[in-house]
């Protein structure tokens, strides 16, 4: 039997053990539980039995958290109404969720490990695909965004995930209140960039799901490029669509183009299309008008910058365990936050973020 390193921070691994073993009649224990270091809110683990099987558990930060936040019961929800043959979006199966805090000290769920790559970088990229691959890559996250936009979210039992209507206004309103709680000294730019967003709202194009931080690296790659699951919905809820496009232009980095604000340049890899090619397939797929895709666009920086106030706030106070380095330190500092809101008000003067 292989001797295994001690359950990391997060993880009770007696008590998932037995709760897994009743879900998977073949588990094989003990069980191995590796951190993966990459996201920044919810804290997620590869587990691996001895016969080789491999599951992810994902459950909230240690400690403290927002209130409304990390919750892994509508994770699963989502995950469990478009899978299987339910929908057209890849997402990983779902073994089971565990919702109260009495067999791991916090709710969490398990699902399954889907194989493939998540290229967080261009190195990564570069390593796992060719520039085929990657061109299709680029086109499977256009065309999987259209997918989960089409999906409909009262035959899929999602129709009550949220409010439909004002979404902009709904999540300028929860991350400015967000930015109150963690705001970190000498960045007005957050503030008057909030300020000038919501005098501008446009017009919703309708209602669909969200998912709230689609890109590359949020997404597990065959070696083909084919998107073989979407990742982390922990901000999913129903809104505006062109929101989503406006966070994926975010992180899609061309290629010269600097990206230490930014978790990941993956997309900077020869082969991939640019930001305008991949507009034009959505906008093909969808039949929307993303002519005013740069508010949206300025919108996702800004709500970046106050998502990343709340990240750098968990840090500190030790809430992410053993997941809480990844070499992004440049976007965790008063420079990097103010980076971000600098970029959101540029981009909404300008009127302009694609060509």
């Not at 292989?2 to 009770?12: C, F, Q, Y």
């Amino acid at each position: 039997m292989t001797e295994l390193s001690p359950a990391p921070a997060g993880v009770d691994a007696d008590a998932v053990t037995g709760w897994l073993a009743a879900r998977v009649p073949s588990l094989a224990p003990p069980l191995a539980f590796t951190p993966v270091v990459g996201g920044h809110s919810n804290l997620t683990y590869v587990v691996a039995d001895q016969g080789g099987p491999q599951w992810v558990l994902r459950r909230p930060p240690l400690g403290h958290v927002l209130a409304t936040a990390h919750d892994m019961g509508r994770e699963h929800r989502i995950l469990a109404a478009l899978g299987g043959d339910r929908t057209p979006v890849p997402v990983p199966p779902v073994v089971g969720l565990s919702p109260d805090d009495s067999v791991n000290g916090a709710p969490f769920y398990v699902m399954e490990f889907v194989d493939g790559a998540v290229l967080r970088n261009e190195a990564a990229a570069t390593r796992e695909l060719d520039a085929a691959g990657r061109r299709r890559a680029g086109e499977q996250l256009a065309d999987t965004l259209a997918a989960i936009h089409a999906v409909d979210i009262d035959a899929v039992g999602l129709g009550d995930l949220g409010r439909r209507e004002d979404y902009i206004g709904r999540q300028l309103r929860r991350w400015h209140r967000q930015w109150d709680a963690t705001r970190v000294p000498g960045i007005p730019e957050i503030d008057e960039v909030h300020a000038a967003l919501a005098a501008s709202v446009p017009e919703q194009q309708g209602a669909t799901i969200v998912h709230g931080d689609f890109r590359l690296d949020n997404c597990i790659i065959g070696p083909d490029g084919t998107v073989r699951a979407v990742l982390d919905w922990e901000l999913c809820t129903l809104g505006d669509p062109l929101a989503d496009v406006g966070t994926t232009l975010v992180y899609w980095v061309e290629r010269g183009e600097a990206a230490e604000l930014l978790p990941s340049d993956g997309t900077a890899s020869e082969g991939f299309p640019d930001r305008a090619a991949f507009c034009a397939r959505y906008a093909a797929a969808t039949g929307r008008d993303l002519s005013g895709i740069a508010w949206y666009t300025a919108f996702a920086y800004w709500r970046l910058a106050c998502i990343l106030a709340g990240v750098l706030d968990r840090y500190t106070a030790g809430a992410m365990g053993d997941q809480a380095g990844d070499g992004g330190a440049s976007r965790f500092s008063r420079e990097g936050l103010a980076g971000l809101a600098a970029k959101a008000r540029s981009v909404l003067e300008e009127g302009k973020f694609v060509s």
